[in-house]
């Protein structure tokens, strides 16, 4: 039985981050300026604020409220793209530190919890990595000899994971990851961050970030952020074109929370090899008596912006998930976007082609976590003058020799969609257009992004990206106008809600 059941929010956002302020309203100094309130600015701001600097955090949205609200928050070192695939990439050093980073990102998560005493349901436990019936077994024994060269010698093949409603076969068990709620998490960090002084505003806008002595980041509201450095920490760079976005390439990922019999499913981590790879977690809702367990099961990838089929994504998920789970009812569905790197590994450190004192995070390549956690221990050594191992493999402006193929194959991706602007549109008049949906039509030479509300009014607007160029694509799951190239997504009205882009569409008469 397949459900079209559950609202289409995640799991995570029933939890509100209290601890911030109102808008800025006014010009503010600090050592630092923050924009980007996700796992990574809020990981980094806390830890700078620990280290005694002044910071001030700004989003234009709420704590959590991006990417990191959407995760399904595994926070391990069985990294999704291979060790065996990041030894060919950056050889056995760069192996061994991804797998330490990330050893080490898991391990400060865990310090922070327990330091400033966060209920946020932290707890390791182990993982699980196996491979569908009818494929070769032999990646699994790469990926444990990779692993193991790169220091992760506690890994270790089994029969089966851990499951008896579905024989995995081989697979191997990966020890001490662990899961959290991330917006508890991040609630915790922005009280510890109030407290060390550090100022917190949602619903502002940066609308233009400048390095130098000092930076500025200026905000739509007028208010101007004056610091010595500026962290941006947006999922993907909102403060250039094109250094990085020609490096990394947007995807949209699917997930379900399904009820399970309490006991039913053993408390682990789940994964699989394909790609797209599916990854599955249980949580726990609710407290006492009333607690029962949901099995949170993701996947079906695609890039951002090149499919609208979010219907048929959900019910392949619900079939595989049924295939192998004890599932009930369907309670939660939800996207996220993830930023795939086109050698497996983050971006972080200081911005390409711009003032020393521009730092970025992005390329978080599904481990969104623990490359958030990363950039938090790297970005503050950085910024405080100090050694770091791991800078140089995560180096923003590095070149991959051995990614070029990769590389080329995204970047002609992207080129081709900019043919969407020669096509027809998708409907000759706002009649074909259903109440609630949206949908490009041609006038002319322009490209317009029609959407037709509840009611029977329609948003005329632009349909060409305000980032690079390429017209955009109607999501109608989030009611967003995606762009297929770099993956800026727009509310149904325009407003910008995901860079790279940072300025709205243009309204359709401009």
């Known amino acids: 039985m397949e459900?079209?059941?559950?609202?289409?929010?995640s799991i995570w956002m029933a939890t509100t981050v209290t601890a911030s302020e109102s808008a800025l309203a006014?010009?503010?100094?600090?050592?630092?300026?923050?924009?980007?309130?996700?796992?990574?600015?809020?990981?980094?701001?806390?830890l700078l604020a620990r280290e005694g600097k002044s910071v001030v955090v700004i989003d234009d949205g709420p704590v959590g409220g991006g990417m990191t609200g959407r995760t399904t928050a595994h926070l391990v070192n069985a990294l999704d793209d291979r060790y065996f695939e990041l030894e060919r990439l950056h050889g056995e050093r760069g192996a061994r530190l991804a797998a330490e980073s990330h050893t080490a990102a898991i391990e400060r998560v865990e310090?922070?919890?327990?330091?400033?005493?966060?209920?946020?349901?932290?707890?390791r436990l182990d993982g699980y990595l196996f491979v569908p019936p009818g494929d070769a077994k032999k990646i699994l024994d790469d990926e444990l000899e990779a692993a193991h060269r790169a220091g992760l010698t506690a890994i270790e093949k089994v029969e089966r994971a851990p499951l008896d409603s579905y024989d995995t076969g081989p697979a191997l068990r990966f020890p001490r990851q662990a899961q959290f709620h991330p917006l508890k998490y991040l609630a915790g960090l922005a009280r510890a961050i109030k407290r060390d002084g550090g100022r917190i505003y949602t619903n502002t806008h940066a609308s233009?970030?400048?390095?130098?002595?000092?930076?500025?980041?200026?905000?739509?509201?007028?208010?101007?952020?004056?610091?010595?450095?500026?962290?941006?920490?947006?999922?993907?760079?909102?403060?250039?074109r094109f250094a990085i976005h020609t490096k990394q390439a947007a995807y949209l990922t699917y997930v379900i929370a399904a009820r399970v019999p309490s006991g039913s499913v053993t408390k682990a981590l789940y994964w699989d090899t394909p790609d797209p790879y599916h990854y599955?977690?249980?949580?726990?809702?609710?407290?006492?008596?009333?607690?029962?367990?949901?099995?949170?099961?993701?996947?079906?990838?695609?890039?951002?912006?090149?499919?609208?089929?979010?219907?048929?994504?959900?019910?392949?998920?619900?079939r595989w998930t049924r295939a192998r789970?004890?599932?009930?009812?369907?309670?939660?569905?939800?996207?996220?976007?993830?930023?795939?790197?086109?050698?497996?590994?983050?971006?972080?450190?200081?911005?390409p082609s711009d003032e020393e004192?521009?730092?970025?995070?992005?390329?978080?390549?599904?481990?969104?976590?623990?490359?958030?956690?990363?950039?938090?221990?790297?970005?503050?050594?950085?910024?405080?003058?100090?050694?770091?191992?791991?800078?140089?493999?995560?180096?923003?402006?590095?070149?991959?020799?051995?990614?070029?193929?990769?590389?080329?194959?995204?970047?002609?991706n992207v080129a081709a969609q900019y043919a969407d602007h020669v096509t027809p549109g998708e409907v000759d008049s706002t009649d074909e257009i259903g109440r609630g949906e949206g949908a490009i039509i041609r006038?002319?030479?322009?490209?317009?992004?029609?959407?037709?509300?509840?009611?029977?009014?329609?948003?005329?607007?632009?349909?060409?990206?305000?980032?690079?160029?390429?017209?955009?694509?109607?999501?109608?799951?989030?009611?967003?106008?995606?762009?297929?190239?770099?993956?800026?997504?727009?509310?149904?009205?325009?407003?910008?809600?995901?860079?790279?882009?940072?300025?709205?569409?243009?309204?359709?008469?401009?």
């Open 280 to 318: 599955v977690r249980l949580q726990t809702v609710g407290r006492g008596d009333d607690a029962y367990d949901l099995l949170i099961s993701g996947g079906e990838d695609h890039k951002s912006g090149q499919a609208d089929d979010a219907g048929r994504r959900f019910a392949a998920l619900e």
């Open 111 to 123: 310090t922070i919890v327990t330091e400033e005493k966060i209920d946020c349901d932290f707890e």
């Open 443 to 510: 006038r002319g030479l322009k490209k317009v992004a029609v959407y037709k509300t509840e009611a029977g009014a329609t948003h005329e607007l632009s349909a060409v990206c305000t980032h690079l160029g390429c017209v955009v694509d109607w999501n109608s799951l989030e009611k967003t106008w995606d762009c297929p190239c770099h993956g800026s997504r727009f509310d149904a009205s325009g407003r910008v809600v995901n860079g790279p882009a940072n300025s709205d569409l243009a309204r359709a008469d401009e």
């Open 3 to 9: 459900s079209d059941s559950g609202e289409t929010t």
């Open 357 to 412: 004192n521009v730092f970025i995070a992005t390329g978080d390549s599904g481990n969104g976590m623990t490359h958030g956690t990363i950039a938090g221990i790297l970005i503050t050594d950085l910024i405080a003058g100090r050694e770091n191992e791991w800078a140089t493999l995560y180096e923003p402006s590095r070149k991959t020799l051995r990614a070029l193929p990769e590389f080329a194959s995204e970047n002609l």
């Open 26 to 46: 006014e010009d503010a100094r600090a050592d630092v300026c923050v924009v980007g309130a996700g796992i990574a600015g809020m990981t980094t701001a806390y």
């Open 208 to 240: 233009k970030i400048e390095g130098g002595r000092p930076a500025r980041v200026e905000t739509e509201g007028g208010a101007v952020v004056t610091s010595d450095s500026v962290v941006v920490a947006t999922n993907t760079p909102v403060n250039d």
């Open 325 to 351: 789970f004890p599932v009930g009812d369907v309670e939660y569905r939800w996207s996220g976007e993830v930023m795939e790197p086109f050698d497996s590994l983050a971006f972080i450190g200081r911005n």
